[in-house]
């Protein structure tokens, strides 16, 4: 008689891994995974064990969360926080975004918003206060700064005025992820501009299968965005 072998999965992170990947507060990782923040710091500190099949849940969720590049909150203003040069303080948005970059000294790829900005296809908002990037999990010791995830593949970055970001698909992806937090005017704007730029035409647009829905409802926005 043949032997069976039964492959059991087993966690490879623990909380406290989870939770740098992400990018997370104690609080934030709470929040967004709907656990007791007294849970969580107990689990960390080893006061409690999790049980081992709610951490391959978690780790399972935390890895696609990591993909899909979700937050769950808003970051909100600390004063122990260091500022970033304000919006309202530049003439234009790359000059402000050049002055943000030198700030904060490390390497780091503009997304979302700041993405659309570079790309030119938006011109943001004078009292900006959200910067939306790729970088080191530390940049969040800076107030308004919102870290998507520590890397993002190279296919999917630009280079351009000395600034690196995301390109157009990656850009409506993370937005399409962030819909619940995020200010939808910039993407809609930018959508709108490549559809009219582009023969009408959404043509070079793509969006991974899980966001064609909202990425249709998206499209729909755009195409009236500049009759409304």
Same mark, same amino acid.
């Given at each position: =008689?043949?032997?069976?072998?039964?492959?059991?999965?087993?966690?490879?992170m623990?909380?406290? *891994?989870m939770?740098?990947?992400?990018?997370?507060?104690?609080?934030?990782?709470?929040? !967004?995974?709907?656990?007791?923040?007294?849970?969580?710091?107990?689990?960390? &500190?080893?006061?409690?064990?999790?049980?081992?099949?709610? =951490?391959? +849940?978690?780790?399972?969720?935390?890895?696609?969360?990591?993909? /899909? !590049?979700? =937050?769950?909150?808003?970051?909100? @203003?600390?004063?122990?926080?260091?500022? #970033?040069?304000?919006?309202?303080?530049? $003439?234009?948005? +790359?000059?402000? #975004?050049?002055?943000?970059? /030198?700030?904060?000294?490390?390497?780091?790829?503009?997304? #979302?918003?700041? %993405? +659309?900005?570079?790309?030119?296809?938006?011109?943001?908002?004078?009292?900006?206060?959200?910067?939306?990037?790729y970088?080191?999990?530390?940049?969040?010791?800076?107030n308004?700064?919102?870290?998507?995830?520590?890397?993002?593949s190279? #296919?999917?970055?630009?280079?351009?005025?000395?600034?690196?970001f &995301?390109?157009?698909? !990656?850009? $409506?992806?993370?937005?399409?992820?962030?819909?619940?937090?995020?200010? =939808?005017?910039?993407?809609?704007?930018?959508?709108?501009?490549?559809?009219?730029? /582009?023969?009408?035409?959404?043509?070079?647009?793509?969006?991974?299968?899980?966001?064609?829905?909202?990425? *249709? !409802?998206? %499209?729909?926005? %755009?195409?009236? @965005?500049? /009759?409304?």
């Open positions: =008689m043949g032997v069976l072998n039964v492959y059991k999965e087993v966690p490879l623990d909380i406290r *891994e939770r740098a990947e992400l990018g997370d507060t104690q609080s934030e990782f709470a929040d !967004r995974y709907h656990i007791p923040f007294r849970t969580i710091q107990n689990w960390e &500190t080893g006061v409690r064990k999790p049980p081992e099949y709610i =951490m391959i +849940l978690l780790e399972h969720q935390v890895k696609e969360d990591l993909v /899909n !590049r979700r =937050m769950s909150v808003l970051p909100k @203003y600390d004063p122990k926080k260091a500022d #970033l040069p304000r919006r309202k303080d530049y $003439i234009g948005s +790359l000059s402000w #975004l050049k002055a943000v970059q /030198n700030r904060i000294g490390e390497d780091i790829v503009f997304a #979302l918003d700041q %993405a +659309l900005m570079c790309q030119g296809n938006f011109g943001g908002r004078n009292d900006e206060y959200i910067v939306w990037l970088g080191d999990t530390s940049l969040s010791r800076f308004g700064v919102a870290v998507l995830g520590k890397k993002v190279p #296919l999917c970055v630009l280079e351009k005025n000395g600034l690196r &995301t390109n157009l698909n !990656r850009t $409506i992806s993370d937005a399409l992820a962030n819909e619940s937090i995020l200010d =939808m005017q910039g993407i809609t704007e930018a959508v709108s501009r490549y559809y009219f730029s /582009n023969g009408e035409s959404f043509d070079g647009l793509s969006v991974a299968p899980e966001y064609q829905d909202a990425f *249709e !409802r998206l %499209a729909q926005d %755009a195409k009236s @965005y500049y /009759n409304s």
